[in-house]
T-cell receptor, first 116, second 115 residues
Framework: AQSVTQPDIHITVSEGASLELRCNYSYGATPYLFWYVQSPGQGLQLLLKYFSGDTLVQGIKGFEAEFKRSQSSFNLRKPSVHWSDAAEYFCAVGSYYGGATNKLIFGTGTLLAVQP | DTGVSQDPRHKITKRGQNVTFRCDPISEHNRLYWYRQTLGQGPEFLTYFQNEAQLEKSRLLSDRFSAERPKGSFSTLEIQRTEQGDSAMYLC?????????????FGPGTRLTVL
């Protein structure tokens, strides 16, 4: 069965420090992987996605993620965190059918707090 | 704003009542998805449409839940005989059926509280 695990429920980092959020997936075929961010009162916003090709993908807001098939991981990174990055981050895996991903399966999320 | 919109944003109801939520997708998107998100969890897939056809339903979508997309544009999600366990955020998303971008764009959600 498809699943996504985000082992860290809550992470606190200092502003300016680097960040890595972990994501492990279980999927039988080639996964389509996504990172979304959710701020209070806001909808989910896509940060980046991986479909194929280069395993290091760049996203918005200075985020990047690396797909490692051997580790079934898709960790999100940012070299220097800003206070505005405080939010909840969700990793998701999508199956691909008929020219597009259909349903997304999300992890339980990692809540990021940023200390001044 | 041409994003996904949902109405209402908040709904408080008493147990046993019926509720209906509406989602207006991005106009050129022919796929529409419903998800449910409970506190401390990630969104869980409920169902999706391509145009007016409902292509997949989750086992989470009990017989008290029904979704429609009659003209392939907006969609409604109805919950009959609400239960306290239905309290959650209901999220709608839309995407193109094909193309390079398979991004699902999410609306702000409808927060349901069942008393």
């Amino acid at each position: 069965a498809q699943s996504v695990t985000q082992p860290d429920i809550h992470i606190t980092v200092s502003e300016g420090a680097s960040l890595e959020l972990r994501c492990n997936y279980s999927y039988g075929a080639t996964p389509y992987l996504f990172w979304y961010v959710q701020s209070p009162g806001q909808g989910l916003q896509l940060l980046l996605k991986y479909f194929s090709g280069d395993t290091l993908v760049q996203g918005i807001k200075g985020f990047e993620a690396e797909f490692k098939r051997s580790q079934s991981s898709f960790n999100l990174r940012k070299p220097s965190v800003h206070w505005s990055d405080a939010a909840e981050y969700f990793c998701a895996v999508g199956s691909y059918y008929g020219g597009a991903t259909n349903k997304l399966i999300f992890g339980t999320g990692t809540l990021l707090a940023v200390q001044p | 704003d041409t994003g996904v919109s949902q109405d209402p944003r908040h709904k408080i109801t008493k147990r046993g009542q019926n509720v209906t939520f509406r989602c207006d997708p991005i106009s050129e998107h022919n796929r529409l998805y419903w998800y449910r998100q409970t506190l401390g969890q990630g969104p869980e897939f409920l169902t999706y449409f391509q145009n007016e056809a409902q292509l997949e339903k989750s086992r989470l979508l009990s017989d008290r839940f029904s979704a429609e997309r009659p003209k392939g544009s907006f969609s409604t999600l109805e919950i009959q005989r609400t239960e306290q366990g239905d309290s959650a955020m209901y999220l709608c998303a839309s995407s193109r059926a094909q193309g390079e971008s398979n991004e699902q764009f999410f609306g702000p959600g409808t927060r349901l509280t069942v008393l």
